[in-house]
């Protein structure tokens, strides 16, 4: 089992700041990608590290969850308060307070885009981007929140993996997971058009579908992963970043990177340094709150003051980690406290039948 004092917080602090970063360029009106995808010729980006290392931490750790789990009510339950609570806040503020950005001769609460703006993206599969009339006018036009969607992916991520839960204390499921590592990663290289209708229509692209599962079933398959020896994982650590680096170097980071950033992640997450181990207990997870509100926050920031991109990206990632400040202690850590709830209530349901039997 993972220690509680580890660098995971810190690591996806720096992963939601990451997309930070990146989205300040085409949100600021730049034509031109974040100085990683310009050094990188377009093959890396702090965006791309950011969402893809938020995957393979979350198959780390959500898979670790499910081998924990008594029931699949208890696994679903748990996804749901660390997924929702938090959601449903940002949009019902964002659909309050967009009337402050609003240009549209229509009223505001006669929009139809107002109305379905809710149910759509608290679906997770059928998202809406836009209100009619909101940020249309920014250079980045009329998107509110372009980050959510990961959301539909991540949560496939989580069907994906309860379905082993049958099979989660069988000795093949290792087999099972590597089988479905390799595949993701054959599929997002070599077909990733398969199944391309079926996804569709949840509106999940395929091609970024297998990406995404490669990423998060690499991190699953690191559960298995036990080096006691602190040298030998060190030069595993090393070996991984040369590789990676190295690779970007002679362009075909696409064929390694599935495997040298879920070792570099997971490794480097695992341990626990001092004082950025500490980020969790002193912040919190903010992690999350980052993420979904930086987004309306920069389209804000420009259609107020019409920012340059080094100025939204400083301001945009103080207030960014405000608000998930915020949202983790006011909103996300509070739901969590319900996180055994239906144990509880399985618990009392079980008494109750022994007394009656």
């Known amino acids: 089992m993972v220690s509680r004092a580890n660098n995971f917080d810190f690591l996806r602090l720096i992963f939601a700041s990451s997309v930070v970063i990146t989205h300040s360029y085409p949100l600021s009106g730049m034509l031109e990608s974040d100085v990683l995808s310009r050094m990188t010729s377009g093959q890396v980006s702090f965006a791309y590290l950011g969402v893809k290392g938020f995957f393979i931490i979350s198959g780390f750790l959500i898979f670790k969850s499910l081998l924990r789990c008594d029931n699949l009510l208890d696994f679903y339950w748990k996804r749901v308060?660390?997924?929702?609570?938090?959601?449903?806040?940002?949009?019902?503020?964002?659909?309050?307070l967009a009337p402050m950005v609003?240009?549209?001769?229509?009223?505001?609460?006669?929009?139809?885009?107002?109305?379905?703006?809710?149910?759509?993206?608290?679906?997770?599969?059928?998202?809406?981007?836009?209100?009619?009339?909101?940020?249309?006018?920014?250079?980045?036009?009329?998107?509110?929140n372009g980050s959510l969607w990961t959301i539909c992916y991540e949560f496939s991520m989580y069907i994906m993996v309860s379905l082993l839960f049958f099979i989660r204390k069988k000795s093949?499921?290792?087999?099972?997971?590597?089988s479905l590592f390799i595949l993701s990663f054959a599929l997002s290289l070599f077909y990733p058009h398969f199944l391309y209708g079926i996804l569709v229509r949840l509106k999940l692209n395929s091609s970024i579908f297998y990406n995404l599962m490669c990423f998060f079933t690499g991190g699953m398959l690191l559960t298995y992963l036990n080096i006691r020896n602190e040298k030998l994982e060190n030069i595993l650590i090393i070996a991984a970043l040369i590789i990676f680096i190295g690779s970007i170097y002679l362009k075909i980071s696409i064929y390694t990177c599935n495997f040298t950033l879920p070792i570099l992640i997971i490794l480097i997450g695992k341990r626990s340094t001092n004082y950025i181990n500490k980020v969790g207990d002193v912040l919190g997870d903010i992690s999350y709150g980052i993420y979904i509100y930086s987004f309306p926050i920069q389209q804000t920031l420009m259609y107020f003051f019409k920012l340059d991109t080094i100025p939204l990206m400083i301001c945009s990632l103080i207030l960014s980690f405000f608000m998930g400040y915020l949202s983790w202690h006011l909103v996300e850590k509070k739901a969590l406290g319900y996180k055994n709830l239906m144990?509880?209530?399985?618990?009392?349901r079980n008494a109750l039948l022994i007394k009656k039997s």
């Open 172 to 178: 093949f499921v290792k087999a099972v997971v590597f």
């Open 102 to 144: 609003y240009e549209s001769s229509i009223p505001y609460l006669k929009n139809k885009s107002v109305l379905t703006y809710i149910p759509h993206n608290i679906s997770l599969f059928f998202l809406q981007s836009k209100i009619d009339g909101v940020f249309e006018n920014n250079p980045y036009k009329g998107s509110i």
């Open 81 to 96: 308060l660390r997924l929702f609570p938090a959601l449903i806040v940002i949009l019902l503020l964002t659909v309050l």
């Open 343 to 348: 144990i509880q209530l399985q618990q009392k």
